[in-house]
């Protein structure tokens, strides 16, 4: 299943990046940021260069390499393309707020380093989402620690000063429930396959509801059972299982499988609970109000703004329209909305991933205030949400209000010989790792070479 975004962490990084293993002093102080890491091919090397050397100067570069389990320290650590653009944002948004938010950024910088897990992903949240207000109409300052009400003040060519709320809506509980109970499912199938070695097994499971713990523990007891009592599982083939539609499917295309591995991909969505949307609903009213008690109206010339930041997997059409109901309904100081999805996307055209920056503008009562002005730091601006779809050959199937999760690994069959190129295994999309199998002489195991592949194409800064 290739979707335009997937979800969760990075994987196969076979040393550090940025740098070699330090052997004395000046090496450590003359490595190079970039060394190791996937870059992407349109964006200049200087530019990246700088943004990563931000980071460095700011947060140190001890303190990037060491253990943690901060989201910030394993971006750092990880070399895929994913994580450069995640951190070439960081970066960038540092940037451009350090002219006139020195002081501040030195308190979040702090706070991420010595924060719990919230309050890290607070700091991080309020450097990327200011640094879209930092541009050409205005200019944005940061507000002094637990400001009631905004979270910046927006500074107008013409003088006039507004206001800006900053709101981080995640991942919500059932996102979250969705995928802990995913990966247990992918860990007990793995477990099977691993005492019951098939060259090859494939699974995509659907729900039209929301699963209970009971339907995902019928799904993991029937997946291992089904396993363990081996049996065929042609693609195509298909099983009920509770709410669950189990389907068998085929190898990935150009998969040329070797078969002293298992293969496998591990394919589960499920329909959105049906209170997704009104904990988001809920969530915005108490925001509304704090902001509306703490902020006056704006005068002509000035906006009062709110910026919400949505998860990858909200459908964000359904919650503009609520938005321009509810306030018209109950009035508000605000004078725009900003609805804010950043995800890292696939053009399905390109094969190109990059960070796409969805806003939806919610313009509320009269016109005599300036529009917001946003830019993203890197990565395009769209007015169209970023799609979750299956792929199934020339087929594209929307899947808007599932939660969807995709795992697997691809051992492909390679052959080195002297004076030719292997092959080299294919990309199959988020989550599934392609590995190349290399056959030497006799040596019928072969040597296997795995890519710098995310499971994931979740933000982690934001997700910590």
Same mark, same amino acid.
């Given at each position: ?105 030195? *308190? ?5 380093? &010595? ?6 992903? @607070? +700091? =991080?949240? %309020?450097? #990327? ?72 097994? *494939? ?5 039209? &509801? ?6 995902? @523990? +019928? =799904?993991? %007891?029937? #997946? ?72 006056? *109206? ?167």
């Amino acid at each position: 299943m290739k979707t335009s975004r997937a979800t969760r962490d990075s994987n196969s990084v076979d040393r550090p990046c940025g740098a070699r293993a330090y052997k004395n002093l000046l090496s450590a102080l003359t490595s190079d940021v970039l060394e190791g890491r996937q870059t992407p091919a349109d964006i200049p090397e200087a530019e990246l260069r700088a943004a990563f050397e931000r980071i460095v100067s700011l947060f140190k570069d001890g303190w990037l390499r060491a253990d943690s389990p901060g989201a910030l320290q394993a971006l750092w650590k990880r070399c895929d393309i994913t994580a450069t653009w995640e951190l070439f944002w960081l970066g960038t948004s540092l940037a451009r707020l350090a002219p006139i938010n020195s002081g501040w950024l030195a *308190g979040q910088v702090n706070i991420v380093k &010595t924060g719990q897990r919230n309050e890290r992903i @607070g +700091s =991080l949240f %309020e450097i #990327l989402a200011l640094a879209l207000f930092s541009g050409s109409a205005h200019d944005v300052v940061a507000t002094r620690k637990n400001q009631p009400g905004y979270d910046g003040t927006l500074l107008f060519n013409g003088g006039h000063v507004g206001r800006v709320s900053l709101k981080n809506f995640a991942r919500s509980f059932y996102q979250k429930q969705f995928d802990t109970n995913a990966a247990t499912t992918l860990s007990q199938f793995k477990a099977a396959l691993g005492a019951n070695r098939r060259a090859w097994l *494939g699974i995509a499971a659907f729900s039209e &509801t929301y699963p209970s713990d009971a339907d995902w @523990g +019928s =799904l993991r %007891e029937h #997946l291992t059972n089904r396993i363990t009592a081996g049996g065929s599982a042609d693609a195509g083939q298909s099983e009920q299982v509770g709410p669950w539609s189990l389907v068998y499917t085929s190898p990935p295309n150009d998969a040329s499988l070797h078969a002293a591995y298992s293969s496998y991909t591990v394919q589960i969505a499920a329909k959105h609970h049906r209170n997704e949307s009104k904990n988001v609903e809920d969530s915005f009213v108490k925001a509304l109000a704090n902001f509306d008690e703490h902020v006056q *109206g704006s005068v002509n010339g000035s906006t009062n703004a709110m910026l919400i930041r949505l998860g990858e997997a909200f459908f964000v059409p359904g919650l503009a329209q609520w938005t321009r109901d509810y306030v018209d309904r109950v009035g508000t100081h605000l004078d725009e909305i900003l609805l804010y999805q950043p995800a890292i996307a696939l053009n399905t055209t390109t094969s190109g991933t990059s960070i796409v920056h969805h806003m939806t503008l919610v313009k509320i009562g009269n016109t005599h205030h300036p529009v917001l002005s946003a830019s993203a730091p890197v990565g395009t601006v769209a007015g169209t949400p970023t799609r979750t779809i299956l792929i199934a050959g020339k087929r594209e199937i929307p899947l808007q209000h599932y939660h969807v999760f995709q795992r697997g690994e691809v051992y492909h069959a390679g052959e080195m010989q002297i004076g030719k190129e292997s092959s080299l295994p294919m990309d199959f999309g988020p989550g599934i790792i392609a590995h190349n199998v290399l056959r030497i002489l006799d040596d019928n195991d072969g040597i296997v070479f795995s890519p710098r592949h995310p499971l994931s194409w979740d933000l982690s800064l934001l997700n910590d």
